[in-house]
C-alpha cells in the first residue's frame, strides 16, 4: 500500500513564533534532472499543475512534545503560525503525521532555528527580481514558455543577484533571515528550491501561495498575498527589520510602498530591479530621487559600488 506523500514547504522557529507549512498529496513529486531537456520539462510541468491533494484531511504536527492538530483546506494546505511566547519550546523537529482511507503516513522534517537576534534580514521576490522570467511580456507568454520549457537548472538568474545577495544578508553582525516571497503556485515549490540552490542563493525561506479561484476576485494591496506574507514575517521577526527586494514589473512597488508606510520603522530599504516597464520605471525614478529608503537598479551590480 502506497503512503500518502508529506511535503513540507517550510517549517522555521523564531524568538516569538512557530510556523510550518504543507500540503498532503495522494503522489510524491516528480523530481527533475539537470538532463532532463524541453519535453522531460513539459512532462514536469503538466505532473505540477495536476498534482493530487487531499482535502479536509486531520494532520497532527508534534513540536516539543506540543501537539498541533489542524484540517487540510480545500487544496491539501495545512499550516501552523503560532505565539510560542511562555512556551519554552525547544528548537529541533516537528513530527507530522495523517491518515486518510487506508493510506497514512508519518515523517519528521527539521525545524530551522531563526531565533537568534539579528537586525536585518532579506525579504525578496523572485520572477524578474532575481530568475529572468519575463512578467511583462505580452500575456506573460515569457513566463508560460519558460516555465514549461526550461528546467531549474536551465533557468537565468538576473546578474550579479546570488553574490549581491550573500553581500547584503552578511552586512551586518549575524547573518539575518532570507525570505524568497514569490506570487508563483506552491506547486513551483520544488522547482524554484532548485533554482536557488542551483544557482548559490543565500540558504533561505521559500513562501509561494495558493492557486485558487479567489484570485479572481477584486483585492486591495493590504489583501494581496505578498502583503500579508510580508505582515506576518514581520510579526515572527519581531525583532529585525528587513530589506524589500523586488521589481517594477507589477505591483512589488505598491505593495511595498504601504507596507513601509505602516510599518516605517521596520522597513530598512526598498530595492527595485527594473523590469521592462517604462511607465512605472519614469514614475519611480522621480519617486525614489525624492525618497533615500528607495533604490532602482538594472541588475545588481551596483550594490557592490557602495
Known amino acids: 500500500m502506497k503512503k500518502l506523500h508529506i511535503q513540507v514547504y517550510t517549517s522555521f522557529i523564531t524568538r516569538t513564533h512557530l510556523y510550518v507549512k504543507g500540503r498532503i498529496l495522494k503522489d510524491s513529486p516528480f523530481l527533475i534532472k539537470p538532463t532532463h531537456g524541453i519535453f522531460s ?18 494532520v497532527q504536527c508534534v513540536v516539543s512534545s506540543i501537539a498541533y492538530q489542524v484540517v487540510t483546506d480545500d487544496e491539501g494546505y495545512f499550516e501552523i503560525f503560532d505565539n510560542i511566547e511562555g512556551k519554552n519550546m525547544e528548537v529541533g523537529v516537528v513530527e507530522i503525521s495523517a491518515e486518510y482511507k487506508s ?119 493590504a489583501q494581496r498575498n505578498k502583503f500579508i506574507e510580508v505582515e506576518k514575517i514581520l510579526i515572527a521577526f519581531s525583532d529585525t527589520n528587513f530589506l524589500l527586494i523586488g521589481d517594477t514589473g507589477e505591483l512589488d512597488f505598491d505593495i511595498y510602498q504601504q507596507l513601509e508606510e505602516k510599518y516605517p520603522e521596520r522597513i530598512e530599504q526598498i530595492i527595485l530591479n527594473k523590469a521592462g516597464n517604462r511607465k512605472k520605471e519614469k514614475m519611480l525614478h522621480e519617486y525614489v530621487k525624492k525618497n533615500t529608503k528607495y533604490k532602482m537598479l538594472t541588475g545588481f551590480t551596483k550594490v557592490f559600488d557602495e
Open 103 to 221: 493510506r497514512s503516513n508519518k515523517i519528521v522534517a527539521p525545524i530551522v532555528d531563526l531565533s537568534s537576534d539579528v537586525p536585518v534580514g532579506i525579504i525578496s521576490d523572485i520572477d524578474d527580481t532575481i530568475m529572468v522570467t519575463g512578467v511583462k511580456s505580452f500575456f506573460k507568454i515569457k513566463v508560460i514558455l519558460n516555465t514549461l520549457f526550461l528546467n531549474p537548472f536551465r533557468r537565468k538568474p538576473i546578474e550579479a543577484a546570488a553574490d549581491a545577495f550573500h553581500l547584503l544578508s552578511n552586512h551586518v553582525n549575524g547573518k539575518g533571515p532570507v525570505i524568497y516571497l514569490s506570487n508563483s503556485p506552491w506547486n513551483l515549490f520544488i522547482y524554484l528550491q532548485t533554482f536557488l540552490e542551483y544557482n548559490g542563493f543565500p540558504e533561505g525561506t521559500l513562501i509561494l501561495r495558493d492557486m485558487g479561484w479567489q484570485l479572481l476576485k477584486s483585492r486591495t494591496i
Open 41 to 58: 520539462s513539459l512532462i514536469y510541468t503538466i505532473i505540477r499543475a495536476f498534482s493530487r491533494e487531499i482535502k479536509f484531511v486531520p
